[in-house]
Structure formats: structure tokens, C-alpha cells
């Protein structure tokens, strides 16, 4: 998958909607998850699932940090190069991740963490250099409005399905979720359809109209297969 992955990291998280749309899906944008920092470079992992439910307060306590069920031990069971991807519910007033965890997640590899919820410690996290994928930050820790239950399992965050293995795909546009068995299908013809933009945008940049041009007539398809041939 790794060849995929290359190929997955020059198509645009907006090309790859476009592409899971041909297959029906619509739900792959991950809605909350944008970049703590903007500019970075353009990630791709697969999903390390994390579930918070609910607060239940005789289980959400300072004192389940250290239990066998914990974020604590989650991070410890992160493959390298995976990207955490953590259902917090889309709670914002309850940060799921503070600076020491996610400096452990990336003396780990860690790629990158996407949650539908927020983290604490800002300056810490930043100083930890892991790209991070939020609704934002708040002071309070996790327990104060989640409760951790478990990892590497199917989860729900942002409105979209996530399952172990599926790929997650994340740039200044957000973070999409892509089904492990469509990432193929993604990266062909998502490097095509970049393809085809790139020629797009030259063509407009020089005055020519959008209708015919975007999507293409035959004479467009024509012209771009023209353009393809001479730049191979």
C-alpha cells in the first residue's frame, strides 16, 4: 500500500471527496478535524481508531488514567506511521489529549492525531511537532466530559464511519477518511483527476470559458489528451 500512500500524498483531500463520490460515499470529510497549524505538508496514514463515550462519573476519573483501559495504554499499542483518529463525540469543552500524551505519540511516529473534539496544553502539543487535527482547545481534561472505553475498533467521528485500517487522508483542507478497500481506486484515479485540474487551470488562466471546459466536452477531452501526450 505503501506505492498508494506516495501517490495519495499529491492528491488533495477535495480531489479524493470527488473520487469517493463516484462510488456513492459521501460521508468522508471528517467534520471538525482541521489542522491546529495550517501549512504543514500533506498526510496519510491508517486509521488507529480510539472511542470516548459519554462522561459516566464514577468511571471518568483522574485515577482511570492508569488502568489497563486508557489513553495511557492506547498510545503505547500505536503502530508507527498510523494516524489517531479519536471519537471524542464532538465535545468541545473537554480537551482528550494534553501535551505529554502527544509528545509520546510522536516520540512513537505517531503521523498525525484527528479528532472531532479538542486538545489542552496548546503550547506543549505545538512543541511536540505532530500535526494535529481539532475542533480547537480547552483547559479541561477529558474526564470532565468523556469517558475513554477503548481502541482499534469501528468508530464514528465527524459523522463518518471510520474502521481499523481504513486510510485517512489529511491537509489544510481537513481530514477524509478513505475505505481500505477503495484506496487504490482513490489514488489512480485521484492522480488523474489532479491531472486533468492541473491543464484545467492553465487553460482558464488563459481565458478559455468554463462550460465544455469543466466538466469536458469532446473537444476539451481532445485537446487534454493532446497536453497529456506531449508532457510524456
Same mark, same amino acid.
Given at each position: 500500500?505503501?506505492?498508494?500512500?506516495?501517490?495519495?500524498?499529491?492528491?488533495? @483531500?477535495?480531489?479524493?471527496? @470527488?473520487?469517493?463520490?463516484?462510488?456513492?460515499?459521501?460521508?468522508?470529510?471528517?467534520?471538525?478535524?482541521? %489542522?491546529?497549524?495550517?501549512?504543514?505538508?500533506?498526510?496519510?496514514?491508517?486509521?488507529? @481508531?480510539?472511542?470516548?463515550? %459519554?462522561?459516566?462519573?464514577?468511571?471518568?476519573?483522574?485515577?482511570?488514567?492508569?488502568?489497563?483501559?486508557?489513553?495511557?495504554?492506547?498510545?503505547?499499542?500505536?503502530?508507527?506511521?498510523?494516524?489517531?483518529?479519536?471519537?471524542?463525540?464532538?465535545?468541545? @469543552?473537554?480537551?482528550?489529549?494534553?501535551?505529554?500524551?502527544?509528545?509520546?505519540?510522536?516520540?512513537? !511516529?505517531?503521523?498525525?492525531?484527528?479528532?472531532?473534539?479538542?486538545?489542552?496544553?496548546?503550547?506543549?502539543?505545538?512543541?511536540?511537532?505532530?500535526?494535529?487535527?481539532?475542533?480547537?482547545?480547552?483547559?479541561?481534561?477529558?474526564? !470532565?466530559?468523556?469517558?475513554?472505553?477503548?481502541?482499534?475498533?469501528?468508530?464514528?467521528?465527524?459523522?463518518?464511519?471510520?474502521?481499523?485500517?481504513?486510510?485517512?487522508?489529511?491537509?489544510?483542507?481537513?481530514?477524509?477518511?478513505?475505505?481500505?478497500?477503495?484506496?487504490?481506486?482513490?489514488?489512480?484515479?485521484?492522480?488523474?483527476?489532479?491531472?486533468?485540474?492541473?491543464?484545467?487551470?492553465?487553460?482558464?488562466?488563459?481565458?478559455?470559458?468554463?462550460?465544455?471546459?469543466?466538466?469536458?466536452?469532446?473537444?476539451?477531452?481532445?485537446?487534454?489528451?493532446?497536453?497529456?501526450?506531449?508532457?510524456?
Amino acid at each position: 500500500m505503501s506505492a498508494a500512500f506516495d501517490v495519495l500524498r499529491r492528491v488533495t @483531500t477535495a480531489t479524493i471527496t @470527488t473520487m469517493l463520490l463516484k462510488k456513492g460515499i459521501r460521508h468522508c470529510w471528517i467534520k471538525g478535524a482541521l %489542522p491546529l497549524i495550517e501549512g504543514g505538508q500533506r498526510l496519510v496514514g491508517p486509521a488507529f @481508531t480510539l472511542r470516548f463515550v %459519554p462522561v459516566r462519573e464514577d468511571l471518568a476519573t483522574p485515577e482511570s488514567w492508569g488502568k489497563p483501559i486508557s489513553t495511557r495504554a492506547a498510545i503505547e499499542a500505536m503502530p508507527e506511521g498510523c494516524i489517531a483518529v479519536a471519537d471524542a463525540m464532538g465535545v468541545t @469543552t473537554a480537551g482528550i489529549f494534553g501535551d505529554i500524551l502527544v509528545m509520546r505519540m510522536a516520540r512513537r !511516529n505517531v503521523t498525525a492525531l484527528v479528532t472531532d473534539g479538542v486538545i489542552r496544553d496548546k503550547a506543549g502539543c505545538l512543541k511536540a511537532n505532530m500535526p494535529i487535527f481539532c475542533q480547537g482547545t480547552a483547559a479541561p481534561a477529558s474526564v !470532565n466530559g468523556l469517558t475513554f472505553v477503548g481502541w482499534n475498533e469501528p468508530i464514528a467521528c465527524g459523522g463518518c464511519a471510520i474502521f481499523p485500517g481504513d486510510v485517512i487522508v489529511a491537509d489544510d483542507d481537513g481530514a477524509v477518511v478513505i475505505p481500505k478497500d477503495l484506496v487504490d481506486f482513490v489514488a489512480s484515479e485521484g492522480e488523474e483527476h489532479e491531472r486533468y485540474e492541473t491543464w484545467v487551470v492553465s487553460e482558464v488562466e488563459r481565458g478559455v470559458p468554463l462550460p465544455g471546459l469543466y466538466p469536458p466536452n469532446d473537444e476539451a477531452k481532445a485537446r487534454y489528451a493532446a497536453w497529456k501526450a506531449g508532457k510524456t
